[in-house]
């Protein structure tokens, strides 16, 4: 790997008007996850989720074009309601390194996402390519309304 991280990574940050725990059950609870995760016009299907440090989440990510993107991620940092880290890849290799970090604030919860890819070459042809800085806009914005709708009641 190269060593630096800045210009392999892509990193995101919202603040939503939730507490973190109720941001936290959207994050890793998969009847709710599955509803809202992914880019505008994107679905998830063929999901299975083990949730525990080590274990495997598995789904296609499906375009509004119909492709499919199957994904592999594996668990390998689990602090309930702050912070996450998971190797994200297609089951032969780790793309990138994925943490989300849950910060209580004064108005909810600021999520920061951060993606660690192996090379800036890497990384900068998921931004070009596949349009990940504004993908990642339109998933937070999708976890935001998400929250918002069916989860609010619960707070």
Do not use: C
């Not at 499919?68 to 668990?75: D, G, I």
Request: net charge negative.
């Amino acid at each position: 790997m190269e060593n630096n991280e800045k210009d392999r990574e892509v990193r995101l940050e919202r603040e939503v008007p939730f507490k973190r725990e109720l941001v936290w059950m959207a994050l890793t609870v998969p009847e709710h996850q599955n509803r809202y995760w992914g880019p505008d016009g994107f679905t998830n299907e063929n999901v299975t989720m083990d949730f525990r440090v080590g274990g495997a989440w598995t789904f296609d990510m499906v375009a509004p074009d119909g492709t499919r993107f199957p994904n592999h991620v594996v668990f390998t940092e689990i602090t309930p309601h702050s912070r996450l880290v998971f190797d994200h890849g297609d089951g032969q290799r780790v793309w990138f390194i994925a943490s989300i970090d849950l910060l209580e604030t004064a108005r909810g919860t600021l999520i920061k996402l951060r993606q660690l890819f192996p090379s800036q070459a890497e990384r900068d042809e998921v931004v070009e390519k596949y349009g990940a800085i504004e993908g990642g806009k339109q998933h937070l914005a999708k976890l935001e309304a998400y929250l918002h709708d069916h989860l609010a009641s619960l707070a």
